[in-house]
């Protein structure tokens, strides 16, 4: 049983269609991310989950309801906003009592005691005399995630909410929003435009390129067998090299456009021009005048140290590749390199 | 020079004129309003306060402000929101459209109330021609015309007052109220509404003293028959010559401003804070 179901989604602003027939079910309790560079139309279709924008054509059902023509304080929706959207003239504590007062639940006495529970869940319950702009970042995202899930709305909606906290908050909230989604088994819509962050929270991801699914599927999945060029790049940053595939005497390998080559595995069905995917945590380096084994000849232009890892930019031929190395070896720029990788680990995707 | 003395020359010119032209003439409006034959007296005022036709202006003056003031903020409310609302073109034309009145003179717009509310005037014509009103009807010379005639002098103020704060208020969280089960009135209500206060009692304090003061206006749209107390004191300097008396007035006006705006004005502080 779906608790959101879109079909055939299409929006136009004016004469710009941003969004083209998305069609999408979300399972009851399922935590879904919608992920895709900025201005991919990843927000607009919540906005149309949510009903703050109309749809030009298609239809939106939650909990197996049309709810297409329905403005949004008719569906059974929470959403949380990236700016919170904390009402400022209103306690903390008010503020979380808002969608129970509006929606007419329970009585005053039950609605105090929800929305102190849903304080207490958030370790806000001390705070709810403040008004909002008391509050610090953090806190104020936790208020607003009191405030999403006090009415136990069918469906809930999450528009970017960790993007304005620090690294450190965000990983905080990462696992407050886990385990408040474990424990009352909310449907889960979750827009972000972090790879990370909707690899470690979803069921499921949704890859939304250009107002169309790119790809769909549960992180694992997505992350291992990109299908496209676009999600092998966008999920995991891979390198897109240009090469074409030929029999060679030990099965199927890749001739770059310099002319070297690699190994693949054997379960490539191409032949002729493709793309590969090579996963800059994949590739290895090491030094070129070692004992000559079979990696591909470069030489590191740049080097960043990041403390545990050190990210090289390497021109192979023609093509500019980046590497996250682990290895203790340093190489400095302008030093002549091989690149290895796993054959298991090249994605050979249709050019 | 430190910075200080800096700026305190900086300001000088401002507060001379500040002193002259306004410091200057309100004490010395004070100091006519006692002055008697025989020293300080305050026999103008009693003579204000005990005569019930005095009583009966000044009351009439601060009613018909309170409903100006109610009727701007009624319609300058909803005005404002469609204003912040629409696309930036067409406020530019709204905010246009709104100001335009104040850009000819009061006297001007107020004679063609005149024209309009007159016994044979085209508001009361068609209202008798609708069967609505009885043949005698006139809306001139009533104070249904002085509010008339007042709301569309101040509403600008109002309008352009709330404008202010309702455009700084964040889309967002309206957006999230219709999420969390408000109606698009209910959003007005407890979250637009409760916003624009400021705006409002901007715009209510503008519109109160501008009323309350006003003079040409309610003179000509209400006739000499309905008096308020500017048009008294108005009378009192020109006709009868009595300047104490008309002193005593406009510090009685004065002060009855002031005592119903500052607990307006803290009042809605608190609620604010």
Redesign the interface.
């Known amino acids: 049983m779906a608790d959101v179901h879109l079909s055939g989604i299409t929006k136009s602003f004016g004469n710009v269609e941003v969004l083209h027939g998305i069609s999408l079910a979300v399972a009851s309790g399922e935590f879904v991310s919608l992920l895709g560079a900025s201005g991919c139309g990843k927000t607009t279709l919540l906005r149309i989950v949510?009903?703050?924008e109309t749809v030009t054509s298609g239809s939106v059902a939650i909990a197996d309801r049309d709810v297409t023509a329905l403005?949004?304080?008719r569906r059974d929706?929470?959403?949380m906003?990236q700016?919170y959207?904390l009402?400022?003239?209103l306690s903390v504590f008010e503020n979380v009592r808002?969608?129970l007062r509006?929606?007419?639940i329970g009585t005053r006495a039950e609605q105090h005691e929800r929305a102190r529970d849903a304080l207490e869940t958030v370790q806000l319950a001390h705070l709810g005399d403040r008004r909002p702009r008391q509050l610090s970042g953090g806190q104020q995202q936790r208020v607003a995630l009191a405030?999403a899930v006090v009415?136990r709305p069918k469906v809930l909606?999450l528009d970017e909410p960790l993007s304005n906290l620090d690294a450190r908050l965000r990983e905080d909230m990462q696992v407050e929003l886990i385990e408040i989604h474990n424990r009352l088994g909310l449907t889960t819509l979750f827009v972000t435009h972090d790879q990370d962050e909707a690899l470690s929270l979803s069921d499921r991801i949704v890859l939304i390129n250009q107002g169309r699914i790119e790809q769909m599927g549960a992180p694992a999945e997505i992350y291992d067998r990109p299908a496209t060029a676009y999600a092998s790049n966008f999920i995991g940053a891979a390198n897109l090299v240009p090469a074409s595939i030929e029999d060679g005497a030990g099965g199927p390998l890749a001739r770059l456009e310099d002319g070297q080559h690699i190994a693949l595995g054997d379960q490539v069905d191409e032949r002729g021009p493709v793309t590969l995917a090579l996963r800059q945590e994949d590739l290895a380096l090491a030094p070129a005048d070692a004992d000559a084994g079979d990696g591909l000849k470069a030489q590191v232009r740049t080097r960043v140290f990041l403390g545990a890892r050190s990210r090289y930019v390497i021109a192979l031929g023609d093509t500019v590749v980046r590497v996250i190395d682990t290895g203790r070896a340093t190489f400095r720029s302008g030093d002549r390199v091989r690149l290895t990788i796993d054959p298991e680990r090249i994605r050979v995707l249709p050019r | 020079m430190t910075d200080r003395t800096e700026n305190l020359v900086l300001v000088l010119p401002g507060l001379l004129l500040l002193a002259l032209a306004f410091f200057v003439p309100i004490a010395r409006m004070l100091v006519l309003s006692v002055e008697g034959e025989a020293g300080l007296t305050l026999t103008h005022f009693e003579r204000f306060l005990s005569d019930p036709f005095y009583l009966s202006v000044l009351w009439r003056t601060v009613r018909l402000s309170l409903i100006i003031t109610l009727i701007c903020a009624a319609i300058g409310f909803p005005m404002a929101y469609i204003m912040a609302h629409v696309g930036p073109r067409l406020r530019l034309w709204l905010i246009v459209l709104v100001i335009l009145p104040l850009m000819t003179s009061v006297v001007i717009r107020t004679f063609g109330w005149m024209v309009l509310l007159g016994r044979s005037g085209l508001i009361p014509e068609i209202l008798r021609d609708l069967g609505l009103a009885e043949r005698n009807f006139a809306i001139m010379r009533t104070e249904a015309a002085i509010v008339i005639g007042m709301v569309q002098v101040l509403l600008p103020f109002m309008t352009l007052s709330i404008l202010g704060v309702i455009t700084r208020i964040d889309r967002r969280l309206e957006e999230a109220a219709r999420t969390m089960g408000c109606s698009f009135l209910g959003t007005l209500r407890t979250v637009v509404l409760p916003l624009a206060m400021p705006g409002i009692v901007a715009g209510s304090l503008l519109v109160f003293t501008l009323s309350a003061s006003s003079f040409v206006t309610p003179n000509l749209l209400g006739g000499s028959r309905i008096q308020v107390l500017a048009a008294s004191i108005y009378r009192s300097v020109t006709q009868t010559l009595d300047w104490p008396f008309a002193a005593a007035q406009a510090v009685i006006l004065f002060a009855g401003v002031l005592l119903i705006l500052i607990p307006y004005a803290q009042l809605t502080r608190r609620a604010d804070g």
Request: glycine share 8%; hydrophobic share 50%.
């Open positions: 949510a009903g703050l403005p949004p304080e929706i929470a959403m906003f700016s959207a009402l400022p003239h808002f969608p509006m929606r007419g405030r009415s909606l």
